[in-house]
Structure formats: C-alpha cells, structure tokens
C-alpha cells in the first residue's frame, strides 16, 4: 500500500467481479478469470493490505477508483439477509 498526504493507494487483485460499469479493473493477462486494479481511500478510513474476500463499492471521480465501502464477504452477506428480513433496501 502507498500512502500520500490524504489517500491511501491499495493495489487489489480481483477473483470474483460480478458488476463493473467502467472498464477500470483490467484482466490479469496470466490468468484470464482474474482482475487487479488500485482503490483510493482517504487516509482517515485506516484501510490496510490484506488478505481475505472483501466486496468493494465505490464510484469513479477524476479517473479513479474511489473506494466507499469494503466490507467482508461475509458479513455483506449477513447485510444482505437482514435487509431482506426486514423489507429494506441494501445501500450500494
């Protein structure tokens, strides 16, 4: 991870990717089922490197990934369960 004054860089390789609207994370060219790109985050979140499943949301601003939710896999799966017992809608 690099650090500048107000945004952390996280390098990120990509298993899985259900919705991409933007052509931003680009295909491994070793293996064809995989994904890697950057994600931005404010220095404030504390983000770190590491390893596991995380489901990343967040929005293009100035031709950059920003991130704004990276949540377990898990626990989004427990998010989406609860909304769904309680008839709300899950934010993305």
Same mark, same amino acid.
């Given at each position: 991870? !690099?650090?500048?004054?107000?945004? %952390?860089?996280?390098?990120?390789?990509?298993?899985?990717? !259900?919705? *991409? /609207?933007?052509?931003?994370?680009?295909?491994?060219?070793?293996?064809? %089922? !995989?994904?890697?790109?950057?994600?931005?985050?404010? /220095?404030?979140?504390?983000?770190?490197?590491?390893?596991? =499943?995380?489901?990343?949301?967040?929005?293009?601003?100035? %031709?950059?990934?920003?991130?704004?939710?990276?949540?377990?896999?898990?626990?989004?799966?427990?998010? *989406?369960?609860?909304? =769904?017992?309680?008839?709300?809608?899950?934010?993305?």
């Amino acid at each position: 991870m !690099k650090q500048t004054s107000a945004v %952390n860089i996280i390098p990120v390789s990509v298993d899985m990717m !259900k919705r *991409q /609207s933007s052509k931003y994370f680009t295909k491994d060219p070793y293996n064809a %089922n !995989k994904y890697s790109g950057q994600l931005y985050t404010p /220095s404030q979140c504390k983000m770190h490197f590491g390893h596991g =499943k995380f489901v990343f949301m967040g929005k293009m601003k100035f %031709n950059k990934m920003q991130l704004r939710c990276a949540p377990t896999y898990e626990d989004f799966q427990e998010l *989406q369960r609860t909304s =769904k017992l309680k008839g709300t809608a899950l934010c993305t």
